[in-house]
Nanobody
Framework: QVQLVESGGGLVQAGGSLRLSCAAS????????MGWFRQAPGKERAFVAG????????YHVDYVKGRFTISRDNAKNTVYLKMNSLKPEDTAVYYC?????????????????WGQGTQVTVSS
């Protein structure tokens, strides 16, 4: 049974930083792709960044490039999202997701497993 557990969310002032963690268990994730999504109130869940676990290849959407960085720790089976220069519009629930295969996709339906989400609130 695959489990994804996010942590690291919280309240931060604009310009601040947070690092989200996604602890993965239940499978060997070397053949998985991981993604971070976010969902603000009243909006669709949107792709933020993705990573292919085996190759380490990464992808970030344009509006977070230069501010957010996805990474992994193989020994800990954990994926991170480091968020710098946070803005009030980054306020959302952030979700970790996993899909079998090595291809990163920005399509929500392309992911097989989801975490419970962690709230990030950025005050102005």
């Amino acid at each position: 049974q695959v489990q994804l557990v996010e942590s690291g969310g919280g309240l931060v002032q604009a310009g601040g930083s947070l690092r989200l963690s996604c602890a993965a268990s239940g499978r060997t994730f070397s053949s998985f792709a991981m993604g971070w999504f976010r969902q603000a109130p009243g909006k669709e869940r949107a792709f933020v960044a993705g990573l292919s676990w085996s190759s380490g290849r990464k992808y970030h959407v344009d509006y977070v490039k230069g501010r957010f960085t996805i990474s992994r720790d193989n020994a800990k089976n954990t994926v991170y999202l480091k968020m710098n220069s946070l803005k009030p519009e980054d306020t959302a629930v952030y979700y970790c997701a996993a899909r079998a295969g090595t291809i990163i996709t920005n399509v929500r339906g392309g992911y097989d497993y989801w975490g419970q989400g962690t709230q990030v609130t950025v005050s102005s």
